[in-house]
């Protein structure tokens, strides 16, 4: 196993600084995904590891060795792409073996590495097929498997799941999970879906701007996101939002339109300032809502579009003109132009700062 080390990387296309000075160490054997929304920078990144792109400054270290100007291949590491990219012409196993054969691996070594991808990956009988007569599926399985026979300690994935269709997505991603579990490998993987992040990942690196706006560990970015930005980009749906001014020392949030929520139960990083803006986020199984009732506590909701999901439904409404979503019980009956009474779940909710976006 190796570790990786990035240190004050910098990256620019141009006149477009697309990496500013990044730091990121992951650990050996450690899963680390790199999450964002497109042009955020963490393809740029996974390449610059990779070698597959000249850097302005900073280095790259691999294994506790510099590796900053060195050759992808000498690099010791694996890489998976997006598309597929295998040789049309070859049969699965030739697209196994043809880098080892370039190398001039024994052929006895390379018998013996593709027999152990092929078995970790459920392979054995497409070896001799060409990739015209393999599934989208199979086709990224033996793309994984190119990258295994190099027996590296680093693999580097970027977005290999995208190109598939949802059932194959989730299927594969559980392929992933128990191969990382096998290896013990040091992984960094690229994606924009929160959930495979989520599934994946031992450390979540989500980036925006070219910047890390937070590393850690999947559940404490969904629980307590440093900022915004985290807050509204890691979730399926996102982290619902509520403006208003924090009063009465902290207790509650008044909103623009004079409803009133408690904020009571809080755990605030610094001491309240009455009369700050924030915005305060739940998720949505963080929000309890209720048929409307006079004189209750808490917000109105009404109630736009109602979504059974089988398990739960989700309720969509506004407050005000902010759209919220609660996660219900599937048998709860709400409907289409129905008001409601919602109420954030203070001990789990978020509170940020209005202008800077950073937690309170």
């Known amino acids: 196993m190796a570790g990786v080390s990035i240190r004050k990387l910098g990256v620019s296309f141009g006149h477009l600084k697309v990496l500013r000075a990044l730091d990121l160490e992951v650990e050996e054997g450690e899963f680390v995904v790199l999450l964002g929304p497109s042009g955020c920078g963490k393809s740029t990144l996974l390449n610059a590891i990779a070698g597959l792109l000249d850097i302005d400054a900073g280095q790259v270290w691999i294994g506790g060795r510099n590796v900053t100007w060195e050759e992808p291949k000498d690099r010791g590491i694996g890489m998976v792409f997006q598309s597929y990219a295998l040789y049309p012409r070859m049969t699965a196993e030739g697209n196994l073996t043809f880098g080892l054969r370039v190398a001039g691996v024994p052929k006895a070594e390379i018998a013996a590495r593709v027999a152990k991808a092929a078995e970790l990956l459920q392979i054995q009988p497409l070896l001799q097929r060409r990739p015209s007569q393999l599934s989208g599926g199979q086709r990224q399985r033996v793309a994984i498997g190119r990258a295994?026979?190099?027996?590296?300690?680093?693999?580097?994935?970027?977005?290999?799941?995208?190109?598939?269709?949802?059932?194959?997505?989730?299927?594969?991603?559980?392929?992933?999970?128990?191969?990382?579990?096998?290896?013990?490998?040091?992984?960094?993987?690229?994606?924009?879906?929160?959930?495979?992040?989520?599934?994946?990942?031992?450390?979540?690196?989500?980036?925006?701007?070219?910047?890390?706006?937070?590393?850690?560990?999947?559940?404490?970015?969904?629980?307590?996101?440093?900022?915004?930005?985290?807050?509204?980009?890691?979730?399926?749906?996102s982290m619902s939002f509520v403006s208003g001014t924090i009063a009465s020392g902290g207790g509650e949030l008044v909103l623009s339109d004079g409803q009133r929520v408690g904020l009571a139960g809080y755990q605030f990083d610094a001491a309240p300032v009455d009369g700050r803006r924030a915005t305060l986020g739940g998720r949505p199984e963080q929000v309890e809502v209720r048929p409307a009732a006079d004189g209750a506590a808490g917000m109105r909701l009404a109630i736009s579009v109602v979504e059974p999901m089988g398990a739960d439904t989700l309720v969509w409404g506004t407050v005000g003109n902010e759209t919220v979503s609660v996660r219900v019980d599937p048998d709860a009956t709400f409907h289409v132009g129905q008001t409601a009474d919602v109420s954030f779940q203070p001990a789990a909710a978020s509170l940020f700062d209005a202008e800077s976006g950073a937690r309170l």
Do not use: C
């Open 148 to 237: 295994l026979v190099r027996d590296v300690d680093v693999f580097l994935f970027d977005e290999p799941l995208s190109n598939l269709d949802a059932k194959l997505r989730t299927e594969l991603r559980v392929e992933i999970k128990k191969l990382h579990q096998q290896l013990g490998s040091t992984m960094l993987y690229v994606t924009h879906d929160q959930i495979e992040a989520l599934t994946l990942a031992d450390r979540i690196a989500v980036m925006h701007g070219g910047v890390i706006q937070q590393l850690a560990t999947p559940k404490e970015i969904y629980r307590r996101p440093v900022n915004r930005f985290v807050a509204g980009f890691v979730g399926s749906p």
